[in-house]
């Protein structure tokens, strides 16, 4: 059985860093591309992140794009997102999920609906 968890979330100032980490328990890790959403209290789930099974291709939103940096280790099984000059917009329940049947060759997919596994969220605060 698969199972993803999510760390790192905490509340921070504008302008900070902070790098979340996302590890996927379970057999074949390499096989998933890995995405990281994200829900802001009143809004709805939106895509941040993903990366395909290979690492060698990512996808980011227009939000995030040149701020955030998605990577994995596949020998960790652990997806990372490493997120600089965070902004107060930035705050949000942050979730990682897991794409069981994405194609190697693929770029990451960015629907919710695509990815099978979620953790629970970690959740990242960023005060003015």
């Known amino acids: 059985q698969v199972q993803v968890e999510e760390s790192g979330g905490r509340l921070v100032q504008a302008g900070d860093s902070l790098r979340l980490s996302c590890l996927v328990s379970?057999?074949?890790?390499?096989?998933?591309?890995m995405g990281w959403f994200r829900q802001a209290p009143g809004k709805e789930r939106e895509f941040v992140a993903g990366i395909n099974r290979s690492g060698r291709d990512v996808v980011y939103s227009d939000s995030v794009r040149g701020r955030f940096t998605i990577s994995r280790d596949n020998d960790r099984k652990t997806s990372y997102l490493q997120m600089n000059s965070l902004k107060p917009d930035d705050t949000a329940n942050y979730y990682c999920?897991?794409?069981?049947?994405?194609?190697?060759?693929?770029?990451?997919?960015?629907?919710?609906?695509?990815?099978?596994?979620w953790g629970q969220g970690t959740q990242v605060t960023v005060a003015s």
């Open positions: 379970g057999p074949l890790f390499s096989r998933n591309a």
């Open positions: 999920a897991a794409d069981r049947t994405s194609i190697l060759s693929s770029p990451p997919r960015t629907r919710e609906e695509d990815y099978d596994y």
